[in-house]
């Protein structure tokens, strides 16, 4: 097969680029060693007499308060985090508890290594947006010290020329108020444990004097109550470990409401993510009675296992994270279709890593089953190809972009056409890629690559923001009339 890889001209790249920031920071909490190093830590501020902490404290509130809202909060929370350690022999006063939670407090910058790896979708107001124009909030994976990645969004407007207007990005970055999941649904709950292995008989006792939803609190009083069974206690810790494992992975997040978008950052909190949120495939879905969610997928990774997660809000203030079940719910990139299909949600998948997959549930949490959708095909994907995010609904089907991989580890964008009514049937796809990396585009933190989590339309366009070597992004636009021509000319029956 000859390998033309000559760019679609129907693709406008748009000349900002979205660069990683290091000046962007958070506060997190940092714990230096273990609970004697933190009791000796609190015990030399103690001693310290009042004029030097006060020209201590002082010295940190005039080089650290104006990087962060609220410093002094984090400070003050930071040392409720330690507060069990004092001494009852130590009475502090309320400088040397500050000074304490800057001891005990840390920046991160967020953006250190990398900004890339974008979504799109409309944004949930358009009020007093100009005709022809729409606002959109567009999601990264950002990429910080040690490479653990978060969440974070730019707002913005494109108007009726497919011009792209970023909203100015604010000097803060905030993590938001976090609780866990307030009920938890113990079907969802009993089929993720024993998927992760936790003994039937054990994980029974554990659950059976639950209700169908259960809070937290619940849960603790059924584990203490189970501590004290004749099981073995090697298979009653597995059990616990497990249900509180996974109970922590199911958590809200709550921004104020007056931090701008660029603001607010989702960071991970719990163990199965602590070492990064991966690739958030945003998508603003229908229900059949008209009501609009914003979901997510995306990979919830802890150093050593990767975990599918889904993620949900109405307002990009208040996030409620949970863990996606069933056999089909493996490995990355996972995209979700904007509404229902013959009564069934549906999902794009790559669960082998190499290939595309489908998959239909009756449930938005439980993926049972995948059927291919598509293996390499074109010589610049046989590594391995894989979804670009959730497909956009047109006249014509389901407009999808992919993502191949050929020699080299040469990333390219690809667009395909499936069955508006059966998305299993790829009706039709391009011979060649919209997007390969140009000459300004190759080099970065991971050289060669091309990579979008999800793109929306505006008008007669689609907008599509991509990650540039790992490292940085920027954003095409691509004519869908000339586009679903070019599809229909390589139309599959």
């Known amino acids: 097969m ?97 000074l304490l939670g800057a001891y005990f407090t840390s920046e991160y910058s967020v953006e250190a290594a990398a900004l890339f790896n974008p979504s799109v979708v409309p944004h949930p107001d358009q009020k007093g947006v100009d005709k022809g124009s729409r606002r959109f909030v567009m999601s990264f994976r950002a990429t910080g010290e040690g490479h653990v990645s978060s969440i974070e969004f730019r707002g ?41 292995g936790a003994g039937d008989r054990v994980m029974n006792h554990l659950l059976e004097g639950l209700g169908e939803t259960f809070t937290i609190d619940e849960l603790e009083i059924q584990i203490k109550n189970l501590r004290s069974t004749k099981f073995r206690l090697v298979d009653k810790q597995h059990t616990i470990d497990t249900a509180l494992w996974l109970a922590r992975s199911n958590y809200e997040v709550i921004f104020s409401p007056d ?32 009501s609009v969610t914003y979901y997510a997928t995306y990979t919830a990774y802890n150093g050593f296992e990767i975990l599918p997660q889904l993620l949900q809000t109405n307002d990009f203030l208040t996030f409620r994270m949970h863990t996606l079940s069933g056999n089909a719910a493996q490995n990355k990139g996972m995209a979700l279709f904007p509404r229902k299909i013959n009564g069934q949600f549906v999902m794009l998948s790559r669960h082998d890593g190499v290939n595309n997959y489908i998959m239909f549930s009756d449930s938005l949490r439980f993926w049972n089953d995948a059927d291919l959708l598509q293996e390499p095909f074109h010589p610049l994907e046989f590594v391995q190809v894989g979804n670009c995010g959730s497909p956009v609904e047109t006249s014509e089907g389901w407009l999808a972009l992919f993502h191949g991989v050929g020699p080299m580890r040469k990333y390219s964008i690809w667009a395909e056409l499936l069955d508006i009514d059966d998305p299993s049937k790829v009706i039709g796809r391009l011979n060649e890629p919209i997007l390969t990396p140009d000459e300004h585009e190759r080099d970065g933190y991971v050289p060669n690559v091309l990579y979008s989590c999800g793109c929306m339309i505006h008008e007669d366009a689609l907008i599509v923001p991509y990650g540039i070597a790992d490292q940085r992004c920027r954003v095409a636009t691509v004519a869908i009339p000339e586009l679903l021509s070019r599809l229909s000319e390589n139309r599959q029956l």
């Not at 909203?167 to 998927?195: C, G, M, N, W």
């Not at 701008?260 to 945003?282: K, L, M, Q, T």
């Open 156 to 196: 913005g407007i494109v108007d009726e020329n497919h011009d792209i207007y970023f909203d100015p990005v604010s000097q803060y970055v905030a993590t938001p108020e976090i609780h866990t999941d307030p009920v938890y649904q113990r079907h969802h709950f009993q089929r993720k444990l024993e998927e992760m």
């Open 2 to 98: 000859r390998v033309n890889e000559q760019r679609i001209q129907l693709v406008k790249r748009r000349s900002t680029l979205l660069n990683a920031a290091s000046s962007r920071v958070i506060t997190r909490p940092h714990i230096p060693g273990d609970r004697a190093r933190t009791k000796c830590l609190i015990e030399r501020v103690a001693r310290l007499g009042e004029d030097d902490v006060h020209h201590l404290l002082e010295n940190v509130f005039q080089e650290f308060s104006s990087r962060h809202r609220n410093f002094r909060k984090a400070l003050e929370t930071n040392f409720e985090r330690i507060s069990e350690n004092v001494p009852k022999r130590v009475t502090l006063t309320a400088e040397q508890r500050l």
């Open 259 to 290: 931090q701008p978008i660029s603001e607010r950052v989702i960071f991970p909190v719990s163990e199965n993510e602590s070492a990064g949120i991966e690739d958030a495939r945003f998508v603003r879905f229908v229900d059949d009675d008209g």
